[in-house]
Structure formats: C-alpha cells, structure tokens
T-cell receptor, first 113, second 115 residues
Framework: AQSVTQLDSHVSVSEGTPVLLRCNYSSSYSPSLFWYVQHPNKGLQLLLKYTSAATLVKGINGFEAEFKKSETSFHLTKPSAHMSDAAEYFCVVTSYNNNDMRFGAGTRLTVKP | KAGVTQTPRYLIKTRGQQVTLSCSPISGHRSVSWYQQTPGQGLQFLFEYFSETQRNKGNFPGRFSGRQFSNSRSEMNVSTLELGDSALYLC??????????????FGPGTRLTVL
C-alpha cells in the first residue's frame, strides 16, 4: 500500500523568494514519485519525476526535488518564485509494478508581488 | 502534436441519469487513465485502459465503467448518477506502460454537475 501526505495545504511566498512544498510518502515497494502542477481550469502538467535514478531531480520551470529515503520525503523547491508559479501542486506516489497512482491533497501556492 | 482532448468540457445532469465522457489520447499513446477530482476527496484514480483492456482499477463502485477502442480513444460511463458524482473528470494518456512509470499527459477535464 502507498500513500502521500502534503504537509501544507497552502503556501504563500513573495515573488523572487524561494519556494518549498513538502511531501512525505509511504510505500511498500520502491516508489516512483512525481510532482504535478495544475493551473486554474487546466489539466495537470508533470513538473518532475523520480524513478530510482538520481536522488536530486530537476524539472521544468526551475523546479527540483530531492528524494530522501531515510526521511521518506520528496520536497519540491525552486530558488526564486515567479508570479506564473501560482497554482495547485500535487505530489504523487506509485511503484513501478503498481500502476495505481496516489495523489496528495494538493498545496496551493500563492505568489505575492 | 495535439494534446489530450476531452469532450464535453461541461455537463449538467440530474440524479438517476447516466453520462458518457470521451477522451482522445495523444496520437501514438496506448494507455488511457481516468481520474476523479473533487474538493473533498481530491484526485482519485478510477481506472486505466491499455490496448482495449482494463489493466488497473481504483476503488470506485460498479456504476463507474469505461472502455477503450481500437484507436485508443476511451469513454467513461457513470450510471445512476448521484449528487456526489459532481466532479472534474480528468483523462490522461501515456505511451506504453501505465501511470506508475511513464509520464502521463492530462486533458483539461470534463466538469460534471449533478443536480
């Protein structure tokens, strides 16, 4: 069984400051982990994924995430927030042999000018 | 290359009716997955089809069903609609494998309102 917990339902940052969106996971198997972003009235877009290769994963739009097995975490970071980053972010866990994706509850990111 | 398309984008039904949603995957993609997104339950996996066969299924009642055609297009059907079925239904496609290890591309969703 697997599950994912996004520790913050809402994060607010100022433009140009760092972004940290936290995600903890639970998995009985070697997990695959994803971060997706959803802008209003749009579908989800993949930001980055971890599938047992390098633990530091770089994604699109300057986002990156680090897989920490000892902490069962996969936090999403960005050095400098942009107004266009305002959206809902979802952390997702699954395993290579299990195609059932489990989504976190989402974190709404607000970027203040 | 065209993205994943879903039709209709918005739908209003009444309790007890049935509804069919359609999803056209990206050309060349053979796996189609369906998700339900609600404010209360968040995003939940419904099922995945690959080469016209249901390969994975989430924890939803039998009122939710789907199928996939030989051209990889997929339909999802919900019978005997309940108020709680009001949601955004998202479709996602990927090349070969399922959502576990392949990037999925999502459509914009169908917003279903049940009155």
């Amino acid at each position: 069984a697997q599950s994912v917990t996004q520790l913050d339902s809402h994060v607010s940052v100022s433009e140009g400051t760092p972004v940290l969106l936290r995600c903890n996971y639970s998995s009985s198997y070697s997990p695959s982990l994803f971060w997706y972003v959803q802008h209003p009235n749009k579908g989800l877009q993949l930001l980055l994924k971890y599938t047992s290769a390098a633990t530091l994963v770089k994604g699109i739009n300057g986002f990156e995430a680090e897989f920490k097995k000892s902490e069962t975490s996969f936090h999403l970071t960005k050095p400098s927030a942009h107004m266009s980053d305002a959206a809902e972010y979802f952390c997702v866990v699954t395993s290579y042999n299990n195609n059932d994706m489990r989504f976190g509850a989402g974190t709404r990111l607000t970027v203040k000018p | 290359k065209a993205g994943v398309t879903q039709t209709p984008r918005y739908l209003i039904k009444t309790r007890g009716q049935q509804v069919t949603l359609s999803c056209s995957p990206i050309s060349g993609h053979r796996s189609v997955s369906w998700y339900q997104q609600t404010p209360g339950q968040g995003l939940q996996f419904l099922f995945e089809y690959f080469s016209e066969t249901q390969r994975n299924k989430g924890n939803f009642p039998g009122r939710f069903s789907g199928r996939q055609f030989s051209n990889s297009r997929s339909e999802m059907n919900v019978s005997t609609l309940e108020l709680g079925d009001s949601a955004l239904y998202l479709c996602a496609s990927s090349r070969r494998g399922g959502p576990g290890h392949n990037e999925q591309f999502f459509g914009p969703g169908t917003r279903l309102t049940v009155l």
